[in-house]
């Protein structure tokens, strides 16, 4: 049997095992400490139309590399890879909780509006802003959007997009916390809706699953 082949094939060519007329790598291109390149191809020229007609690649040394679908899969994901890579991606910049004040109004609009220019002329695309629900919802459905509101006109004029992450849990109110907004107090003051501990302590951070079909002031969780 020949050896391979060339710098870059390393270890000796054996027939197929399931086909007298099909060669192939016994250490291929992965490599094989017992396989050594050799300085000149050794391939007869018998060799390498049976290596041809069986789908391996042949080198302009007429070498061995690989076989032909495995080599097409690696250019095609070689390809998708640079695509992936030249593609660009968006970055956005997290807000500090607190941006938007308990009373639902901006927590310092002049300061705001200097940090967002910030991010702009840094080439950042955008910024992101949990909504809290103990701001939003005061009351029973009734809504108060209005820092929010102020913020994306903000955005909009400077040119930067926003992402709204809808926050339905408590936000700080625990030693050290320098944020503290709660959940709304319509929800808080129910019963029988929090995660318990074994010795019976309520969790009010987060309505539990399990009430998900609770009512609570005339709808569930899910609505």
């Known amino acids: 049997h020949c ?24 250490a291929d291109v992965l490599g094989d400490p017992r396989g050594t390149p050799s300085a000149a191809c050794e391939t ?19 070498c061995v590399t690989l076989p032909r679908m495995v080599a097409r899969t690696l250019a095609l994901g070689l390809l998708g890879c640079l ?27 002049s300061g705001l509006k200097t940090q967002l220019q ?13 909504v809290w629900w103990g701001v939003t919802e005061p009351t029973p459905k009734s809504y108060k959007f209005d820092g929010y509101k102020q913020l994306l006109e903000m955005c909009k004029d ?17 030693v050290g916390d320098a944020c503290d907004i709660p959940l709304p107090e319509f929800v ?21 699953l399990f009430a998900d079909n609770v009512s609570i002031e005339g709808r569930t969780p899910l609505q």
């Open 83 to 109: 695509c992936f890579v030249a593609q660009s991606t968006d970055v956005f910049v997290m807000l500090a909780l607190d941006t938007v004040t308990n009373s639902g109004d901006l927590t310092d609009a």
């Open 44 to 62: 007869c020229a018998w060799h390498r139309a049976a290596l041809a007609s069986s789908g391996h690649l042949l080198d302009v040394a007429g």
């Open 3 to 26: 050896r391979a082949l060339s710098g870059h094939c390393w270890g000796p060519i054996a027939p197929n095992p399931r086909s007298t007329q099909e060669p192939f790598l016994v």
């Open 188 to 208: 808080s003051t129910q019963a029988d809706i929090w995660y318990k501990d074994q010795a019976g302590h309520e969790d009010k951070e987060y309505i539990s």
């Open 158 to 174: 400077i040119g930067l997009k926003m992402q709204l992450v809808t926050s339905f849990h408590m936000c700080g109110g625990n």
């Open 118 to 130: 910030q991010l702009k002329s840094g080439n950042v695309d955008g910024i992101m802003v949990d």
